[in-house]
């Protein structure tokens, strides 16, 4: 079973471990329970791919604990709808491209937590298919800030938006007045950072805290996990009856 899925062709002769061994050179072996780890779809197989990836390249301190959120993240269903964001991760250990990156994911959820709130207000909860639809073609704009602030308010984990806060005040608004508004604290300096890290490339922006970035990172992969485990089955639900997912073709035969 293991040589068809990786050769991709179906053979009834058996093969002993050693002979399939040196035709595999590196490999890292997982064991899934079918419960856990469903694969379906060719996302699946990246999912897979990226996990072993993490798995392997595990560092000590910070780095290491950026890439146990991502490996957790890559543990949920949903990731599927990310998975090339997190592949972007993979690729690079600049840590301003990482936050950039770890933005992108709640970006992502920009126009699906706004058709979840409007299904919800005008009593259409099992149309928000088409709600995603129609704010994706009729190109209706939310502003940014105002979409982080609302989804960190809704979806974010009260302890992980603390400890956010708490390195806001610390390692970027050091001299200023501490705002009871901690949501909007934290959701303002996200996108601050965002176009501070895109207009930096051009020398027009400093970035406040950059020694410290790598820090804001492991916060902010916790975030995006806290925000995702609570839309899972949301997430999951929408992108299947958007057939956004590609199938393995090993699955329908």
Same mark, same amino acid.
């Given at each position: %079973?293991?040589?068809?899925?990786?050769?991709?062709?179906?053979?009834?002769?058996?093969?002993?471990?050693?002979?399939?061994?040196?035709? *595999?050179?590196?490999? +890292?072996?997982?064991?899934?329970?079918?419960?856990?780890?469903?694969?379906?779809?060719?996302?699946? $197989?990246?999912?897979?791919?990226? %996990?072993?990836?993490?798995?392997?390249?595990?560092?000590?301190?910070?780095?290491?604990?950026?890439? =146990?959120?991502?490996?957790?993240? $890559?543990?949920?269903?949903? =990731?599927?709808?990310?998975?090339?964001?997190?592949?972007?991760?993979?690729?690079?250990?600049?840590?301003?491209? *990482?936050?950039?990156?770890?933005?992108?994911?709640?970006?992502?959820?920009?126009?699906?937590?706004?058709?979840?709130?409007?299904?919800?207000?005008?009593?259409?909860?099992?149309?928000?298919?088409? %709600?995603?639809? %129609?704010?994706?073609?009729?190109?209706?704009?939310?502003?940014?800030?105002?979409?982080?602030?609302?989804?960190?308010?809704?979806?974010?984990?009260?302890?992980?938006?603390?400890?956010?806060?708490?390195?806001?005040?610390?390692?970027?608004?050091?001299?200023? *007045?501490?705002?009871?508004?901690?949501?909007? +604290?934290?959701?303002?300096?996200?996108?601050?950072?965002?176009?501070?890290?895109?207009?930096?490339?051009?020398?027009?922006?400093?970035?406040?805290?950059?020694?410290? $970035?790598?820090?804001?990172?492991?916060?902010? =992969?916790?975030?995006?996990?806290?925000?995702?485990?609570?839309?899972?089955?949301?997430?999951?639900?929408?992108?299947?009856? $958007?057939?956004?997912?590609?199938?393995?073709?090993?699955?329908?035969?």
């Amino acid at each position: %079973m293991v040589y068809d899925r990786i050769f991709g062709f179906t053979e009834d002769m058996e093969y002993e471990c050693d002979v399939v061994f040196e035709m *595999i050179q590196n490999y +890292t072996l997982f064991e899934f329970d079918n419960q856990d780890f469903e694969m379906y779809y060719k996302e699946d $197989l990246d999912r897979l791919l990226y %996990m072993m990836f993490f798995y392997d390249n595990r560092d000590y301190g910070q780095n290491m604990e950026l890439t =146990s959120n991502i490996l957790q993240i $890559l543990e949920m269903d949903s =990731s599927k709808c990310i998975i090339s964001i997190l592949g972007n991760i993979a690729q690079t250990r600049d840590a301003s491209m *990482i936050f950039l990156q770890l933005y992108r994911c709640i970006e992502y959820l920009f126009i699906i937590c706004k058709a979840l709130d409007l299904s919800k207000k005008y009593d259409m909860e099992g149309e928000t298919k088409k %709600m995603v639809l %129609m704010i994706d073609s009729e190109k209706i704009h939310f502003p940014e800030n105002g979409c982080i602030n609302q989804i960190i308010c809704q979806y974010a984990l009260s302890g992980v938006l603390e400890e956010y806060y708490d390195y806001v005040c610390n390692y970027v608004n050091k001299n200023e *007045i501490k705002s009871e508004q901690k949501e909007k +604290t934290v959701s303002d300096y996200i996108y601050a950072t965002r176009c501070k890290i895109a207009h930096f490339k051009y020398g027009q922006e400093k970035i406040s805290d950059a020694e410290t $970035l790598e820090k804001s990172n492991v916060i902010l =992969s916790k975030l995006v996990k806290s925000i995702f485990q609570e839309l899972d089955d949301d997430l999951m639900k929408i992108n299947k009856d $958007l057939d956004t997912f590609s199938e393995i073709d090993f699955m329908n035969n």
